[in-house]
């Protein structure tokens, strides 16, 4: 799958494109669901499948005060996307001169001319253009004059309400990993380059590789059962993973520190995918450092019995 930013909205010269547009921050359910449709609709046309997604997210130009932190760097959601048979992951550069265009003028100038769309497929709750005006009736109107057929999805539901990046957010946010993985259809996982820690775990005996996250969402404060990708090994390691601030050394920065079962390698360097499994508990202060290492040694049983059967 090719990755292209629309730096200008010069023609791409697209093949009878099908386009879907959102964030995709996640790419949970409802957004495969877009995929899987334009995906449908590109191979029955036989054009290109395209998903046009935004960078930064628009709340981050428009209200950074209240941005979300994503879930997903750009990369991650084309790693996700391009298994589902996307062709192009097209981005397009989120800027306050962009927020101003109208609805029409964002049709006519990204969907049409840029991308040259002959379909596109939205989602229920879509909209678009200044001040959000625009809406999926608005974009079928527009649609009939630039030449590509509109067609907007129902809602995917979940206990009764849709499927959202911001209710990932909100499961995530509480440490219900289990039930952000039922609104994304997998595990939700964070990347990053372990780098150089103080040392307590390998102290005591549990050493823990200490990871610079490139998602800026982490689960919250916690015990989880993990499932390590080491970069470049082609093998997933069962794991204890603590997200929290090591309240019984005094507290600190959030962390995210992985201990890897029966794994005693020097990861200093190396890039690591966590995929959170289950919560096993909220994280405590012990009063000192024997206690911890004794809840530590019940984590790690915890987190054997409940990854054997994990794949």
């Known amino acids: 799958m090719e990755v292209f930013r629309l730096e200008s909205l010069e023609p791409r010269g697209l093949r009878s494109p099908s386009v879907t547009v959102g964030n995709f921050d996640g790419v949970h359910l409802g957004h495969r669901a877009l995929a899987e449709a334009v995906v449908a609709e590109a191979r029955t046309s036989g054009g290109e499948a395209v998903v046009l997604t935004f960078d930064p997210h628009p709340s981050r130009v428009l209200a950074p005060e209240r941005a979300p932190a994503t879930l997903m760097t750009i990369g991650q959601r084309a790693e996700m996307l391009g298994p589902l048979g996307i062709d192009r992951l097209a981005v397009l550069p989120f800027t306050r001169e962009l927020s101003h265009e109208s609805p029409d003028e964002f049709a006519e100038r990204v969907l049409a001319g840029a991308l040259g769309a002959r379909a596109v497929i939205v989602g229920f709750n879509f909209r678009f253009g200044r001040g959000r005006a625009g809406d999926a009736a608005a974009l079928a109107s527009f649609g009939r004059d630039l030449g590509f057929a509109v067609r907007a999805l129902p809602p995917v539901l979940r206990e009764g309400a849709p499927v959202s990046s911001s209710r990932v957010r909100e499961a995530l946010g509480r440490g219900a ?34 990871l610079d996250p490139v998602n800026e969402m982490l689960p919250g404060s916690g015990v989880y059962a993990c499932l390590c990708s080491i970069a470049g090994d082609g093998s997933r390691r069962p794991a204890v993973v603590n997200v929290g601030r090591r309240p019984t050394f005094g507290g600190g920065a959030v962390l995210l520190e992985a201990h890897l079962l029966d794994f005693a390698d020097d990861l200093y360097g190396r890039s690591l995918r966590v995929e959170f499994e289950a919560r096993l508990r909220d994280e405590q202060r012990f009063p000192d450092a024997a206690a911890l290492l004794r809840q530590i040694r019940a984590d790690i049983e915890s987190a054997r019995r409940l990854l054997e059967k994990a794949n």
């Open 177 to 210: 990993v289990e039930a952000a993985r039922g609104l994304l259809g997998r595990r939700y996982f964070v990347d990053g380059a372990v780098v150089q820690g103080i040392g307590r775990g390998r102290g005591l005996g549990i050493p823990t590789a200490n």
